[in-house]
C-alpha cells in the first residue's frame, strides 16, 4: 500500500496576506498612539500655561502691583541666556518674578523641547499692542501682557485664543493682564 503523506505548512500567498493584515493593523495602531502623545503635550502645555498664568498674577498682587516687565519685547521664559529673543537681563527679571511664584520654582518648559531653540520655551511680552492678524482682532486680543505658545495640529489653545496656523500647528496666546511699563 502506498500511501502519500501531505505536508503542512502555509503557501506563501497565505504568509503574504497575514503579513499585509498585521502591518496594516499596526500602522493604525501607531498613529493612535501619535496622536493620543500629540493630545498629551497639548493638554501638559496648557496646563503650564495655567500654571505660568496664575505665578504672574501673583507677582502683581502679591505687593509688586504689576505684571513682569519683558523690556517690549516677546521674551523665553525660563531662559538663562540670551538665545532667545532680546537681552540677558529680562530674562534674569522675568524668570525670578514668576519662579518665586511657581510650584517648584522651576519655569515649565514645552514638553517637546528637544534643542533648546526659541520655540521650546513659553514666551512673554508685557505690553504687546492689540493682535490684529490671523485669527485675533482688536476686540478678541487687545493690547496687553501676552504669553504665547504652540499646540500641534490642533486649534483648541484652552483658555487662550488661536492667534494664527504655522508649521507645526497654531500659534495661541493668553492675555495676562494691563499694559506694564516697569518691572
Known amino acids: ?5 501531505e505536508k503542512k505548512g502555509f503557501t506563501i500567498i497565505e504568509l503574504l496576506i497575514v503579513s499585509a493584515i498585521i502591518g496594516l493593523l499596526s500602522a493604525v495602531v501607531l498613529q493612535s498612539l501619535n ?7 497639548n493638554a501638559t502645555r496648557l496646563s503650564q500655561i495655567d500654571q505660568i498664568n496664575k505665578a504672574m498674577e501673583l507677582y502683581a498682587t502679591g505687593g509688586a ?3 513682569p516687565y519683558s523690556g517690549n519685547q516677546w521674551s523665553c521664559l525660563g531662559l538663562s541666556s540670551g538665545t532667545c529673543w532680546g537681552g540677558i537681563g529680562w530674562y534674569i527679571q522675568l524668570n525670578t518674578a514668576v519662579s518665586t511664584n511657581i510650584a517648584g520654582g522651576a519655569i515649565p518648559r514645552d514638553p517637546s523641547i528637544s534643542t533648546g531653540s526659541p520655540g ?5 511680552h508685557s505690553s504687546y499692542p492689540a493682535i490684529t492678524t490671523g485669527n485675533c482682532t ?6 496687553g501682557a501676552y ?8 486649534t483648541n489653545c484652552g483658555r487662550g485664543k488661536h492667534w494664527q496656523n504655522v508649521s507645526t500647528g497654531s500659534q495661541c496666546v493668553l492675555r495676562v493682564g494691563d499694559q506694564v511699563t516697569t518691572l
Not at 500500500?1 to 503523506?5: A, E
Not at 496622536?35 to 503635550?41: G, I, K, M, V
Open 1 to 5: 500500500m502506498n500511501i502519500k503523506k
Open 35 to 41: 496622536t493620543a502623545r500629540q493630545r498629551s503635550r
Open 65 to 67: 502691583n504689576k505684571l
Open 120 to 124: 521650546d520655551y513659553y514666551v512673554y
Open 138 to 143: 482688536a476686540t478678541l486680543c487687545p493690547a
Open 147 to 154: 504669553l504665547s505658545w504652540v499646540v500641534e495640529n490642533s
